[in-house]
Nanobody
């Protein structure tokens, strides 16, 4: 019954913005570190952003620092990724990931949502 469902992807022009959301269910959300990953065709999967279980600590890939903001709402079991000043290099499938802060065997993935940045 574990589910991570991403939404908010789409086509946007360079310099534009998108907000991705991930809705979690079937597990105790507050105990999990949440991350956004992305994978472009022909490239390795890349960690984009990560947020601690409490939401107190957030880290970002150098390529998105200053442009992307990750947040979580433990009352709603959701995580978001606000993406600003989008570049063609940001084009990828974006995936939501959950990993238990005390047991890394508990590790879940969403189905992904496509983000395309193009003129």
């Amino acid at each position: 019954q574990v589910q991570l469902v991403e939404s908010g992807g789409g086509l946007v022009q360079p310099g534009g913005s998108l907000r991705l959301s991930c809705a979690a269910s079937g597990f105790t959300f507050m105990w999990y570190v949440m991350s956004w990953y992305r994978q472009a065709p022909g490239k390795e999967r890349e960690l984009v952003a990560r947020i601690s279980s409490s939401g107190g600590t957030t880290t970002y890939a150098d390529s998105v620092k200053g442009r992307f903001t990750m947040s979580r709402d433990n009352a709603k079991n959701t995580v978001d990724l606000q993406m600003n000043v989008l570049k063609p290099e940001d084009t990828a499938v974006y995936y939501c990931n959950a990993i238990h802060r005390g047991n890394s065997n508990l590790n879940y993935w969403g189905q992904g949502t496509q983000v395309t940045v193009s003129s």
